[in-house]
Structures are given as structure tokens and as C-alpha cells.
């Protein structure tokens, strides 16, 4: 399975060459990784939050443009003790690959400032989204 977010590309989002700003498609991966958090019953609350990024990448594949609506399509990669990958890709309207990105997570205890085991409930439910490659 996989989870789909849909964004519409501002204009402040774009660069002086009308193309958007490599800086936006991160924008993008957060609001699809937050709205998947949303999704698998994750308070939105920073009080609440358990999640820190370890690290983010994006692969730019094709040019991306003011007004374009794209699909950020986000699936689980590997799934560790204390961390998961989230595997994206994004395509706009037509189905033409924009961009893909990886984000590794960390499941994070911020009073304790440590990483934390993954519960059990949650990697079943990242477990509905893992990836087939």
C-alpha cells in the first residue's frame, strides 16, 4: 500500500528560472511525511511528537513548475529497531516523474533526549505500507 499527498506548486516556491527551488521539494516530503503520520493516528501536537529526521535526500529527475500539481507517493523502506525509511517519489498530474526522495526517522523520546524501541502497533502499521522492491 502506499500513501498519496497531493501539493500544488506556489510561485514562491519557484527559482528565477521559473523552475521550483531544490529547497521546496523538501518542503514537500515534510507535508507528506507528516500527513502519513497523520494518517497512521499520530497526534499532530509538538507536545506530542515522537519523531526526529536523521536524514533527507531528494533525487531531482525532472523539471517542476509554478502552478504544476503534483502527488508525493510515499512508502515504508527498511524498518529498524528504533528507525524506519520513508521512500518518495513524486509525479505530477500526467504521471512524469519530478523527483524522488528518502527520509531515514528516528522514533524519539524528546523528555529523555534518546531514541526510543519501536512499539509494536506502529511497525504493524508501517508494516501495511512497506515497500515490494
Known sequence: ????????VRFCETDALGHISNISYFIYLEE?????????????????WKFI????????????????????????????????TILHKIV????KHIANGEAIIVYFDFNEQKSEKLPE?????LEKYKSEK
Do not use: P
Open 1 to 8: 500500500m502506499v500513501f498519496e499527498t497531493a501539493v500544488k
Open 32 to 48: 507528506a511525511r507528516t500527513d502519513f503520520f497523520g494518517e497512521l493516528g499520530f497526534e499532530m501536537g509538538v507536545g506530542e
Open 121 to 125: 502497533w506502529f511497525r504493524s502499521e
Open 92 to 95: 505530477d498530474d500526467s504521471g
Open 53 to 84: 529526521l536523521a536524514s533527507s535526500k531528494c533525487d531531482f529527475i525532472s523539471q517542476g513548475h509554478f502552478n504544476q500539481k503534483l502527488t508525493v507517493i510515499s512508502e515504508v523502506g527498511k524498518i529498524g529497531n528504533s528507525s524506519f
